[in-house]
């Protein structure tokens, strides 16, 4: 079945198909229209969900940490302040080892307010040990939460996942999505099957008191479950295509970066109109590619190792500003390479923060300057694209 | 690629005009995109929608700024500068405004400039209130008659679908419409 949805809808589609327990959810724009349809797809029976009605968004995670940790599926949505508010509870659910999947849809936080695109309210949460998809289009979105609860349900990781979509540019934009038949989303993805869960018939002990002779030990095996992610994802990921189709390609996926000098990296949807203008500086014979990092957590630091062989220039585009040093995804891969024996120029361009139209203009005069490191070095390590006055 | 704008006011459904002739250009095999940029969401605002119909799959994600087609469902919007309805409209583009007037007493350049009274139309069909019609179905009637871009019967066919109420109403509001546009 083929609908044209918006990426709100799609990704409540996303929920009804993986057959979702326990919904809880606080709105905020732009997020508010998920957990409308979801509650429609309740009311009328669409899915057999437990809707839970809360007053914050720390209690919708607080819900859902409760929900799941009796062994159900569980789902919520929120941005920007939202998000913030979960912060807490965001370290309880990794803590605690429960893959509930939250939809995030990327705005920026205030003051001044502003309700677009940016990922800082993602980026803010990369400590929290939640595994993070940066998603491009509204199939995308569908497909990425199905894929999210194999990730996290594996017995090996058990840890959340953010299935993460542009405010406005997919969270209200209608485009063609395909939805995929529940009995092979059924086949794909069967019911939650925890190893432990909340049972008064076989009572066990939950948040616990931990002392310092084991706490480290705990961690430890957070750190080594978000490794096995790493693998995970690529197997999902593939498995996924060979059913229905859509080959996503694990965590990052390379664009005509085949003879590539330069390398361009993005997440969200700025990368969906980049290949448009890769294609148009190819056209000219400029060699230039690109690399859409799908998954930020787990970081693809092999990936970026295997580029950083082949290329001379890596520019990083951040949608979204770490205070004080850089953005988060330059620093990632710039730490990425360091101990590795290839040394490409790495600059970070910061654009689209704050909801600016990314356009294909502003991504070719990022390119150029790109291009223009390879030939002449590297003049800064930091540019901010579009920026009002000059810095 | 065929590129159009829509300007309307918060409450008056720009947004969802723009959305259900993107589900008829798939209804019909083509490819669509439609989306809204907010302002400040509150009813009588200045909003504007997007929408975007191609032979081709559509992947790129960014606004419109030189539409093929430009449609002001709100006249007074004519008269707020901010609103920007006039910019980037391309060469000989369409513009379809609704108001009673002919399309020769207003001023567009060299667009072709088509004219409706989709606030009669929605109102004849109870759309809305006098006071705040619901225009956009009409809109859809014109869009279609003027650009030609997706078949009548399709955009019934949407509309007919996608109205949450007055279904009837809605499709006689699109006839009417694609039947009373002037400057064809």
């Known amino acids: 079945m083929r609908l044209t949805l918006t990426g709100n809808q799609a990704n409540a589609w996303g929920v009804k198909l993986s057959r979702v327990q326990v919904v809880a959810a606080y709105p905020i724009t732009p997020q508010t229209t998920i957990v409308e349809e979801l509650a429609e797809f309740a009311a009328n029976g669409q899915l057999d969900t437990q809707y839970i009605k809360v007053e914050s968004e720390h209690s919708a995670m607080a819900a859902c940490i409760a929900a799941e940790n009796t062994g159900v599926r569980t789902y919520t949505a929120s941005s920007s302040h939202g998000i913030a508010l979960m912060h807490e509870m965001l370290h309880w659910a990794v803590g605690a080892r429960l893959p509930i999947v939250m939809g995030a849809v990327n705005r920026a936080i205030g003051p001044p307010w502003n309700i677009w695109a940016d990922h800082t309210d993602t980026i803010s949460q990369r400590d929290t040990g939640w595994m993070q998809f940066y998603v491009e289009s509204n199939q995308e979105v569908l497909d990425t939460i199905i894929q999210a609860y194999k990730v996290a349900e594996s017995r090996d990781v058990l840890l959340p996942a953010m299935a993460i979509e542009d405010a406005f540019i997919l969270s209200h934009t209608v485009e063609r999505v395909e939805i995929p038949d529940q009995e092979l989303v059924d086949e794909f993805l069967p019911p939650y099957n925890p190893p432990d869960y909340l049972n008064v018939d076989d009572p066990k002990g939950f948040g616990s008191l931990v002392m310092p002779d084991w706490y480290m030990e705990f961690r430890y095996i957070i750190a080594r479950a978000q490794e096995a992610a790493r693998k995970r994802i690529r197997e999902v990921t593939k498995e996924y295509a060979e059913i229905f189709g859509r080959d996503y390609h694990g965590l990052v996926e390379e664009y005509r970066t085949e003879d590539a000098d330069v390398v361009m990296v993005g997440a969200g949807t700025m990368v969906s109109t980049a290949r448009d203008v890769i294609d148009k500086l190819r056209s000219e014979g400029h060699k230039i590619g690109l690399l859409k990092i799908r998954v930020f957590r787990p970081f693809p630091y092999e990936e970026f190792q295997d580029i950083a062989k082949r290329v001379d220039v890596i520019g990083v585009m951040d949608r979204s500003f770490t205070f004080g040093y850089g953005g988060a995804m330059f620093s990632e891969v710039k730490g990425a390479i360091y101990n590795t024996d290839a040394r490409p120029k790495i600059k970070n361009y910061l654009i689209g923060i704050g909801g600016r139209d990314v356009t294909p203009k502003m991504l070719e005069d990022t390119f150029r300057n790109a291009l223009r490191v390879k030939d002449h070095g590297l003049d800064r390590e930091m540019m901010w694209v579009d920026l009002k006055g000059g810095e | ?184």
């Open chain 2, 1 to 184: 690629m065929y590129e159009a704008r829509f300007h309307g006011r918060g409450g008056q459904g720009a947004v969802t005009a723009a959305n259900i002739l993107a589900a008829a250009a798939y209804s019909e095999g083509k490819y669509s995109q439609a989306f809204p940029i907010f302002g400040v969401e509150r009813r009588g605002a200045p909003v504007a929608a997007f929408l975007r119909i191609d032979e081709k799959p559509i992947d790129i994600k960014f606004q419109i700024y030189e539409p093929d087609a430009v449609i002001i469902q709100d006249p007074s919007l004519l008269e707020v500068k901010e609103a920007k309805v006039r910019d980037g409209l391309k060469p000989g583009g369409v513009v379809i405004v609704n108001t009673k007037k002919d399309p020769s007493e207003l001023d567009f350049g060299d667009a072709e400039v088509y004219t409706i009274d989709a606030t009669g139309i929605a109102i004849e069909n109870r759309l809305g209130t006098a006071t705040n019609p619901i225009v956009n179905t009409a809109i859809i009637g014109a869009f279609v008659r003027a650009t030609g871009t997706i078949s009548l019967d399709a955009a019934v066919k949407a509309v007919y679908e996608l109205s949450p109420a007055k279904r009837d109403e809605n499709v006689a509001a699109v006839k009417a419409a694609y039947d009373r546009v002037k400057g064809v």
